[in-house]
């Protein structure tokens, strides 16, 4: 019988927490050519209706040659370019911040992401780390599309694996106005159409502690969440192999977190119809999954209103946008009197929105 030999796996199996190093560049395959399709699927996938990135006529009379993508779907371009290195044994995608969206992209526009490994923490089971990573997302002329920093728990290969390094970043709390506005061009106030855009409420129309249900629900369906998933070219495990995620421990497969943030963003357009920019994500979490069938609704609360330098078309809105599942946010529901988040709460984010003043 003749002798066999093994020869080493040429499959990914992604990398486990100690494979990760302090400092570590990344660079991540698969740059990814934004099409005017990616745009209408994503569009039937939430239903966004924000002028700037709907109509390009609309887009042109502020400035912009053209209308740019949705700011979150580039974000999730960005993002699932660095899955199979970061996140394909992850538990978990924990939390972001200090994510700034610096110049807008148009259909036709190529993305490609590299990213920093910036902290490591093993956790007390030995089983799982966190990893702390900064990725840029640049396009095909090298302008730097976005940045940010997210976190997650990562399975280790060996529970034995001796991880030595540990560095908890120091993450800002804010991204500072002063950074806002970068991708947006100057344009008359006069050239912003409110009767187009679908919303009489400026800049001005809102106040800090103002609270805004946004009322519209949408279920989510396992088709949907998986078909959004790969239009990002996410291959994370979880979001779609029921055949493992049956033994895990929800026993069915993990909506991914940018869905509900997508989600959350698209039906805030019913009180914030103005807030046609995604300007940054200060600091974000994921609190509870989202699973297929699920109901989900989104509030907003505005944390604090800014000027520009330099600006007097536009302005800021730091806003807390609320995703929960499953109930209605007329309550606006976030946390308990001890702190902690309320059932059916399953995001927290805290970001800075543009509108016409």
């Known amino acids: 019988m003749e002798a ?3 020869t080493p796996s040429k499959t990914n199996p ?3 927490f100690e494979d990760f190093k302090l400092g570590q560049i990344i660079v991540h395959a698969t740059p990814r050519t934004v099409s005017a399709g990616d745009v209408a699927l994503y569009t039937a996938l939430y239903g966004p209706r924000f002028a700037v990135q709907s109509s390009d006529a609309f887009a042109r009379a502020l ?17 699932g370019k660095t899955v199979p290195d970061i996140s394909l044994n992850a538990i978990a995608n924990l939390g972001y911040a200090e994510c700034r ?57 060996d ?16 991204v500072e106005p002063a950074m806002l506005g970068a991708a947006v061009p100057r344009f008359l106030g006069h050239s912003y159409d409110l009767a187009l855009a679908g919303s009489k409420h400026c800049w001005r129309d809102y106040s800090v502690g103002e609270k805004i249900d946004h009322v519209d629900g949408m279920t989510v369906e396992e088709a949907e969440h998986q078909m959004a ?8 495990k979880v979001h779609f192999n029921q055949h493992t995620e049956a033994k895990g421990r929800f026993g069915k497969r993990i909506i991914y977190g940018g869905v509900v943030i997508s989600l959350a963003r698209a039906l805030s357009f019913n009180g914030l119809g103005n807030a046609f920019h995604l300007a940054a994500i200060n600091g974000g979490r994921h609190v509870a999954p989202l699973f297929a069938g699920d109901t989900v609704y989104a509030w907003s609360e505005v944390l ?4 520009i330098d330099g600006r007097d078309d536009v302005a800021a809105l730091r806003t807390r946008l609320v995703a929960v599942k499953n109930r209605d946010a007329r309550d606006c529901p976030l946390k308990t009197g001890s702190g902690e988040y309320v059932e059916g709460v399953i995001l927290d984010l805290d970001c800075w929105l543009v509108l016409p003043r």
């Open 63 to 79: 400035g912009y040659p053209a209308s740019p993508v949705d700011d979150l779907l580039a974000f999730h371009v960005v993002f």
């Open 4 to 6: 066999t030999t093994s």
């Open 229 to 236: 998933t790969r239009l990002y070219q996410n291959t994370a």
């Open 14 to 16: 992604g990398n486990f």
């Open 304 to 307: 604090e209103k800014s000027e």
């Open 101 to 157: 969206f610096e110049h807008p992209v148009y259909p036709g526009d190529t993305l490609a992401t590299v990213s920093e490994v910036i902290g490591l923490r093993e956790n007390s089971n030995k089983e799982t780390g966190t990893v702390y990573v900064r990725s840029t997302g640049r396009n095909q002329r090298g302008d730097v599309v976005l940045s940010y920093v997210r976190w997650v728990m990562v399975r280790k290969r």
């Open 159 to 174: 529970k034995a694996a001796i991880c030595a390094e540990t560095l908890v970043p120091k993450l800002t709390d804010r």
